[in-house]
């Protein structure tokens, strides 16, 4: 039972390049969400979907596109990377008590 | 607009003792709220929770309170143990609602 993981880990790109992070969860949870922690900020919610198919902004969307085509997979992409996205992006699944990743530490330059 | 705050952003306790953790919100809607612990290099983990029809939940060493009229949380570790060395987030949410919003954390240094 792996619970939560993130692929990658690390991850550096040079400003316009574009990436997709991907988020898989084995514990049949509705409800996923992708967050970026940056400092003094906390956790800030991104893009967030309720079920297979479904999507919603959250506090952060700009510059974010999501998909969420299998249950067990969200998945977060950056078009055109700009260094007000280096950050490091959590991936929960659950509701109240969310499931988080172990993170994906990205650095734009 | 930040509807959960964590005013402080760090605190350091003395091994044994009490750690407060503190948090407040300004949303009146909020009825569900949550404590998060996080180490480094590593995601948050869920540590407890309180609705708002009670005005404390204890789970071992934690307990959290709620005192709605001034709006505010706090968590309560006792004793303070080196391994609570760590960034605690709070988080609320209106019950039905499908996102949880976060205060900015305060990082915790237990000393030895």
């Known amino acids: 039972n792996a619970g939560v993981t993130q692929t990658p880990k690390f991850r550096v790109l040079k400003t316009g390049q574009s990436m997709t992070l991907l988020c898989a969860q084995d514990?049949?949870?509705?409800?996923m969400y992708w967050y970026r922690q940056d400092p003094g900020m906390g956790l800030r919610l991104i893009h967030y979907s309720v079920g297979e198919g479904t999507t919603a902004k959250g506090e952060v969307p700009d510059g974010y596109n999501v998909s969420r085509l299998k249950k067990q997979n969200f998945l977060l992409g950056l078009e055109s990377a700009a260094p007000s996205q280096t950050s490091v992006y959590f991936c929960?699944?659950?509701?109240?008590?969310?499931?988080f990743g172990p993170g994906t530490r990205l650095t734009v330059t | 607009d930040q509807q959960v705050k964590q005013n402080s952003p760090s605190l350091s306790v003395q091994e044994g003792r009490i750690s407060i953790l503190n948090c407040d919100y300004t949303?009146?809607?909020?009825?569900?709220f949550l404590w998060y612990k996080k180490y480094p290099a590593e995601g948050p983990t869920f540590l407890i929770s309180i609705s708002s029809i009670k005005d404390k939940n204890e789970d071992g060493r934690f307990t959290v309170f709620l005192n709605k009229s001034a709006k505010h949380l706090s968590l309560h570790i006792v004793p303070s143990q080196p391994g609570d060395s760590a960034v605690y987030f709070c988080?609320?949410?209106?019950?039905?609602?499908?996102?949880?919003?976060f205060g900015q954390g305060t990082r915790l240094t237990i000393n030895p």
């Open positions: 514990m049949n949870h509705e409800y």
């Open positions: 988080a609320a949410s209106v019950q039905g609602a499908q996102k949880l919003v």
């Open positions: 929960a699944s659950g509701r109240y008590e969310q499931y």
């Open positions: 949303n009146s809607m909020f009825d569900y």
